[in-house]
């Protein structure tokens, strides 16, 4: 079965500093990969997708950038924090012909 | 722009009760329209409804959709404790795009 692995669970980082968050993927190839952020109260926000190697679509204009270097590795990184970069980011695939999404466990990310 | 519109907001109810859960959306290049479950972490998914009319269960769980009046119902009988959670809505546009609705909380209390 596909599995997504997310690292770290948990993440308390300044304002201003570097940002990498790692989304693996297991049980699939050639799958779509998203990221999803989640504030506080309110539902999940797409943030990028990709349908392949180093293809990233980008859907909300923000400090934040993706990069797919293979197949199953999908990164979301900043150069410089905001306080309003805190949130609940989680990593998500979808395979053509199956239905629904497969989550990651997320990363809780509180900027400070 | 696309948007889903979840209601109630929250919600509290005892053990036993029957809830009903509702989601209307407009979006652009309707493919589906996906409920899901949020506990703790990653949402789990319950139902994906692509047909008008057509009921989908799952225990004590069921969903329909009605591509008409551009809405869902996500029903729970006899709720239990741990059906306690954020019920998500989402709908999945042409293109690889999910519009999630900012979500149901679900507290049931014994």
């Known amino acids: 079965s596909q599995t997504i692995h997310q690292w770290p669970a948990t993440l308390v980082q300044p304002v201003g500093s570097p940002l990498s968050l790692e989304c693996t993927v297991e049980?699939?190839?050639?799958?779509?990969l998203y990221w999803y952020r989640q504030a506080a109260g309110r539902g999940l926000q797409l943030l990028f997708y990709?349908?392949?190697?180093?293809?990233i679509s980008s859907e909300v204009p923000q400090n934040l950038s993706a990069s797919r270097p293979q197949d199953r590795q999908f990164i979301l990184s900043s150069k410089k924090l905001l306080l309003s970069d805190s949130g609940f980011y989680l990593c998500?695939?979808?395979?053509?012909?199956?239905?629904?999404?497969?989550f990651g466990s997320g990363t809780r990310l509180t900027v400070v | 722009e696309d948007k889903v519109v979840q209601s109630p907001l929250s919600l509290v109810v005892h053990e036993g009760d029957t809830v009903t859960l509702n989601c209307s959306y407009e979006?652009?290049?309707?493919?589906?329209l996906l409920w899901y479950k949020q506990e703790k972490k990653a949402p789990t998914f319950l139902f994906m409804l692509t047909s008008s009319g057509i009921e989908k269960k799952s225990g004590r769980l069921s969903s329909i959709l009605d591509k008409k009046e551009l809405f869902s119902i996500l029903n729970i009988t006899a709720t239990q404790t741990g059906d306690s959670a954020i019920y998500l809505c989402?709908?999945?546009?042409?293109?690889?795009?999910?519009?999630f609705g900012a979500g149901t909380i679900l507290r049931v209390k014994s």
């Open positions: 998500a695939l979808t395979n053509r012909g199956r239905e629904g999404y497969t």
């Open positions: 049980g699939t190839s050639n799958p779509n």
């Open positions: 990709s349908v392949g190697i180093g293809q």
């Open positions: 989402a709908v999945e546009e042409y293109g690889n795009k999910l519009v």
């Open positions: 979006v652009t290049n309707f493919r589906s």
